[in-house]
């Protein structure tokens, strides 16, 4: 009988995963896309139930992105679908996760009630991983403020979680963001220019 | 005798899941059982009206020739990232899977098969929007790679509950006291195989036997957090361990003792097709399913409405014949996906009564260094033997697994609390920084600076 080994695949081709989440419009897709080696892949479909009214697009599936790093690895980017009713995909999804960027439009009627329920459904990632949360449309409605949320955090056991106001089509401003996680993920870390 | 564009119209139509990823397979099961309970239900092919296949995969041409030797007729739905022309028989769904599109063409095909009138529609899933990126970070245009690469278990041929159920015979077999006779396949389709020939476990083309399959790909639970797993809370059991009782492996197991104190064949009944344990010396077992529908098998809750034990020898022409030990070890690999059976102690020392012969049996990767590790005298932990050798705990837990199916651990007393722990696991635990994420994270820093 032949004598088949496996190789340890493991560690070898571990897929490396950030995963972005937040209400529908809260600008996952475009943050993606603002860190993605290519165009991401994503299906904006005519929106129906909740979110109309919100945006005409919106993201049924799933959002994916990519970089690579200089040695080769590549680093996956994925979106969770905004609409609650596809959320029991999420646990599969953050599988194999290295940290949650949680993205919170401030227009939205109630934010606060966007950040507990999004902390509360990846909770058990975050015990495992980190998260930072990035505020966006800040320039539609600047309340909730920054302070604010922080205190909303401290409240919620979060004491310590980076709150960025966040513009998702700027690089700089979502790269600051994945740093954040990064620094979370490793205090050790050191920057390019160190 | 049915057709292929006849279903019933009042039951749910069956759908069989071709060639897709153990992940795909998973989400496209989910959406399914979500939002089309009622109109559909995932079947093995022998019972399956409709297909969907995974296009872009390396099986996908293999799994449409033997869908259409199967069903010449029915229709398939194909994922692809390059839909192709459709026809009344293949209708292409572009990839990424749009949940509300799928449901919508999934809906239609089926009114289409339930009125074989009306030609069948054709469907083409919206081309993906794609939001233009930012020069700066336009680094490449290469084709991006757009397959969402789930991984779980694959769907259950499972066959539905018929016939009066009969006594198990097995009084002490739990939760499996019915038995039902097996459903045979609407249309009388010819296998694509040969019957009676012996199959090695270790020699199926068609199974990935990467790592993954066998251990799953579970993160770690950091070993403080170990201790505090409550086994009656399933949000926190189902990420360590895994319930033999209502799996294909307690099934296995329990006809396995009963074949070999009756000394008479015992067949698992109720299945898509049954699965007769032999008592030979040493055991073997023979049944038509193969590896693949077995695997899915694995990881469904078989009912004890449904699927029972029975003393039967009824050969079938596609048996194929499995040593028992060797389908054992397999079964509890495929149902463990890199957990502990439920029970057992994460960070109790073990030892083994013999090394495990893997000539015999599928060596999961790491499995020769944890065995050394485990035939010493100061035997490590699972946890331990993880932290030890540096390797995710999924592999030391799937190979714990499989070896105490067989008999094969001796399991030693845990260190009650407030002793410490042996020092070569605080050795581990101490020397197993973990170097290769700090340097992954140094990685994206740098390409998140660079780029600034």
Known sequence: MPHRRHAPRGEAKAHHKIIFTGPVGAGKSTAIAALSDFPPVQTDEIASDMTQGRKVHTTVALDYGAFSLADGVKIHLYGTPGQERFNFMWDILTQGGLGLILLLDNSRADPFRDLRFFLGAFKDFIARTQAVVGVTHCDDKPLPSLPEYRDELQRLGYADMPVLATDPRQHADVAELLRNLLYRLDPDLKNAHA | ?452
């Not at chain 2, 049915?2 to 099961?29: F, M, N, Y």
């Open chain 2, 1 to 452: 005798m049915k057709t292929a564009r006849t279903p019933q119209s009042a039951a749910p139509t069956p759908i069989v899941l071709l060639a897709c990823g153990s992940r795909d397979t998973t989400v496209l099961e989910m959406i399914i059982q979500r939002f089309l309970s009622g109109e559909f239900v995932i079947v093995g092919q022998s019972r399956a009206e409709m297909a969907i296949i995974d296009g872009d995969s390396a099986t996908a041409k293999k799994a449409m020739t033997e869908w259409r030797i199967h069903r010449p007729d029915a229709v398939a739905l194909m994922l692809t990232l390059k839909p192709g022309v459709d026809s009344p028989q293949l209708v292409h769904f572009r990839k990424p899977i749009d949940v509300d599109g799928l449901i919508a063409v999934l809906k239609k095909l089926r009114a289409a098969l339930l009125n074989p009138v009306a030609p069948l529609p054709s469907f083409r899933a919206p081309r993906p929007v794609a939001v233009p990126v930012p020069a700066a970070t336009s680094k490449e245009t290469a084709s991006p790679r757009t397959r969402v690469d789930f991984d779980r278990p694959v769907a259950a041929p499972v066959a539905a509950p018929v016939v009066a159920p009969i006594a198990a015979p097995v009084a002490a077999a739990p939760k499996v006291a019915p038995v039902v006779a097996p459903v045979t396949s609407p249309v009388s389709v010819p296998e694509p195989i040969s019957a009676h020939h012996q199959v090695s476990l270790m020699d199926n083309n068609t199974q990935d036997l990467e790592g993954r399959d066998y251990c799953g790909s579970a993160e770690d639970v950091p070993a403080d957090l170990l201790h505090t797993v409550d086994c009656l809370r399933p949000d926190q059991a189902i990420q360590l361990y895994f319930d033999t009782d209502t799996r294909l492996l307690g099934l296995l197991r329990l006809a396995g003792k009963l074949a070999q104190t009756s000394k008479q064949a015992t067949c698992i009944r109720g299945l898509e097709r049954p699965l007769i344990v032999l008592p030979d010396t040493p055991m073997s077992v023979i049944s038509p399913i193969k590896d693949g529908a077995l695997r899915a098998l694995c990881n469904t809750s078989l009912f004890s409405e449904t699927v029972g034990l029975g003393m039967s020898s009824a050969r079938h022409p596609d048996d194929v014949s499995y040593g028992y030990d060797e389908l054992l070890w397999k079964v509890t690999l495929w149902t463990a996906r890199g957990r502990l059976p439920r029970g057992a102690d994460p960070h109790q020392p073990v030892r083994l009564r013999s090394t495990p012969d893997f000539a015999r049996f599928t060596a999961t990767p790491y499995a020769e260094a944890i065995c050394r590790l485990w035939t010493q005298e100061d035997g490590l932990s699972p946890v331990a033997t993880a932290a030890r050798l540096r390797i995710a705990q999924r592999y030391v837990f799937a190979l714990y697994s499989a070896l105490r199916m067989l008999d094969l651990i001796e399991t030693r007393p845990t260190p009650r609390v407030g002793e410490s722990a042996p020092q070569s696991y605080a050795d581990a635990v101490k020397t197993s920084a973990p170097k290769s994420r700090h340097s992954l994270l140094q990685g994206i820093l740098m390409k998140l600076d660079n780029a600034a």
